[in-house]
Structures are given as C-alpha cells and as structure tokens.
C-alpha cells in the first residue's frame, strides 16, 4: 500500500463506498478506503443478530445512482443490504481502493508540511484529504453496570452477535427494547426456555408495514427503471411530510393514536399494557415498527421486566425491583456510543487536540460536514445530520456533493488546506439550535441519543430536502483557505 494519497477515505459502509464510487466518477483516482473489519458493509456487515431488517423502505435505502430492482421485500433485511453493498464494490471497480482489515490508530494534522499523519496498524499514511466515514452507529455501547465483568456465561452486544452461543433451551436476558431487541425478542423466543427483557422506557411502535416484493414487481423495475425511480421518489416526498410531526409536536397526534391502536390490539392484558405505554411524545426516541414483538412478550416463557437492570451476577441479574432473576446468556441491545464515539478520540487537529476535547460532549459541525480547526478533513453524518423520519442515505449523497465541491475548489484555486471560518461554524449551529427549539426531540418529554452532553439535538432539526439544498454548492467564502504548497504531500 502506498504511503502518501490525496484521500484517504475511513470506513467501508454506506458513506466511504459512496464517496469511493464518486470520486472514481469525478476522476479522482488517487484515493484510498481503509476498513478494520475483513469486509465492506459496516453496520450492514457487523449486525448479523436474528432479524436485523431496515427500518427504512428499501428502494429509499439504496444509492440514486445505483437503484437496486431486486430487492425481495419493501423493508430489506440484513444480508440484502450487505449484498448490494458488495455488489457495488464489483460494479465500480472499488477492490484496488480498498485496503480491509486496516485499523486506524491516530489521525494527525501536520500543519507546516500541510497534510494529514495517520497511524494504522498497516503502517502510516500521509493523505491531503481525509473523509471519516465512520458512521454514527458503529461502537456497541455496553452499559457500565455492577459486575458485569464476573458474569459467568455468554455476554455479548447485539452488534456483535455469538452465533457460536447455543441458545435453545437457555434462559436469556435481553437488556434494551430499541430497534434491535424488538427484532431480536421475536426470533429468539420460540427456541429460548425463558426470556427475560429489561424496559428502562417503554418504546413508540407502529405497525410495520413490510410486504414481499413480487417477481412481476421486480421484473417491471429491471425493464422499467423509471417506474422504480418514481416508487423512490414517492416513498421520499411521504417521508419528508413527517418531518412536521417532529418540528410541531402537536401535529404528532395522529402517529400516537396509531401506536396506541397497535398496543390495545396485540395486548389484551391491562397490566401489560400499562408497562408498554410509553410517557412522552412520539418521536422524542426512535420511533419502531414491528408486527411481531408486543405478541412475542406475551408468550408463556416470556417476562417482561419494566425497570433498568442494577447488578449482573455470576448467574443472574438484579433489576431496580430489587428481584433477582437467573440468566445463562445476556444480550445487550443497547446502543452505540454516538455523541462520544472512540474515533473522536483519535483524530487530532491543527491545535494538537482531538475532537473530542474540542466538543467536550457537544458535537459540531459546519453543515455537518466540517469543522472548524481540522482542515481537509469531511465528515460523513457527522453532527447535525442524524434523521427521524427519512433515509440518511439522502443526506450522506448530499454531503459527497458537498465535499466533491470542496475539492474541485482547491483544485480551480491551487488551495492545499481550508477548515470553515469558526464564526460561520459557530453561526450555523446556533441557526439549528433555534430551530431545534420546541422540536419533539428537545420537549418530548424523553432522554435519548438525539441528546449531547448540554441537551442539544444532534439531529438535523428539518427535511433533508433543505439539508440538500444548504449544501448544494460549496460555499468557499464560508472557509479559510491556504495555498497549496509543493510540500503539501
């Protein structure tokens, strides 16, 4: 592997192979991916747990320029995600570009040479440009519990599934009712001999609308891909009307009466129901949608335990009951470190310090994408561009155009390094802040990930058919620039 690159892209998952894919359209060539992990996929390729399935419809969850017309369900599950990913690495020629099981260690601005130092465990690099495409959801969060080091059996994250761990027949504790337990919870049931789940809150969940995918259906968007591209485009313009519901959270109240019906449908105890009604506004936490987990809590081997677990023992757990109950495997589904994630830890700027002393547990961003202090250095889904209600997939292809912008920019005017003005970076977040105000994700009623460390959103407080339209041209004046200098590289 060479040692000096224009970009050096990190991470293989949706964004950094997007990213890839555009710069081989742009005729950047000068490029690498590196990815720790022995394959492309990211979230797509480590969930492997039972039932992992998008919670996104799948002609939206896919790439504009590389529409997939053999999905087989409107809602993919896990392994056609990761299909088509590899599949595009085959269709635009990536595999010369990627360099896999390469861990990055250190990410260094060097400001008299002008470049970027990164330490791997493949050896250095030197690249003018880094593209972190890390991705939000990629470091399992264990809870820091009471003695979660001594329990006995088989501990492991959602993400990281033991499929190696016998389950059937075991007493299974599943900590977390987020997006992954309620797929988890229905699929480990039937074989488990007692499934105990822990509910810190209760979660919204609406009734899912998945469906197969007809071979008529997909034979007409193979011969008719216009057809397909309008289904995108319908699904998407749906989407972004339930931004409303998220900016007014009055307007909300259709959604809640929808989730509400679902629970008094499939719960018929009053106990039971009481435990899974949720006390804040839809939408505060990720909404859910699942036909099958409010029928899977209701089966005979199954406990549902409403209060946050307080100790983990050899052969057991201890809630805030105070009860103890018996587990041989635990399954924790519980999260992943978003406003603190480790590779904010890693990557240090023109003042010597990382970005996580920078943001000291408020992430920020210019136009998600930037940031002030860490020239040449684009941040895909970085702050500011979480969604609730629609594909990030739309604001990922934005940020490319931004950042293809951004280089053309240094090329046109031979700049070597620029970061956004800190004033403009500073403006612009208080922009989204104001906006946030009054969202459902700051007055829902709820704690969450959308939430930094001050209790801001880290979302992006509207549609991302504005977020498209903020970045759709590349706005130099908004950056420092410096020449380029021949020892740049």
Known sequence: MSTDHRVVIIGAGF????????????????FVVLERADSVGGTWRANTYPGCQCDVPSHLYSYSFAPNPNWTRTFSHQREIWDYLRACVERYGLRPHLHLGVEVHGCVWQEEPGHWLLETSAGALRASVVIGAMGALSEPSLPPLPGIDRFAGPLFHSAAWRHDVELRGARVALIGTGASAIQIAPEIQPVVSELAVYQRTPPWILPHPDRPIGDRERALYRVAPLTQRAMRSAIAWAR??????????????PGERLARSHLERQVADPRMREMLRPAYRLGCKRILISNRYYPALMQPNVTLVPHAVTEVRPHSLVAEDGIERPADVIVAATGFRVTDSPASHRIRGRDGRTLAEHWNGSPQAYKGTTIAGFPNLFMLLGPHTGLGHTSVLLMIESQIDYVLGALRAMDERRIGA?????????????????RARGTVWESGGCASWYLDAGGHSVLWPDSAWRFRRALRHFDLTSYLARPYSSSSR
């Open 15 to 30: 964004s950094g192979l997007g990213a890839a894919i555009r710069l081989k359209a742009a005729r950047i060539d000068d």
């Open 240 to 253: 972004e009307a339930l931004v409303l519901g998220f900016r007014h959270p009055w307007l909300g109240g």
């Open 418 to 434: 620029l970061e956004p003005r800190p004033a403009v970076q500073a403006a612009f977040v208080a922009g989204l802040r104001r």
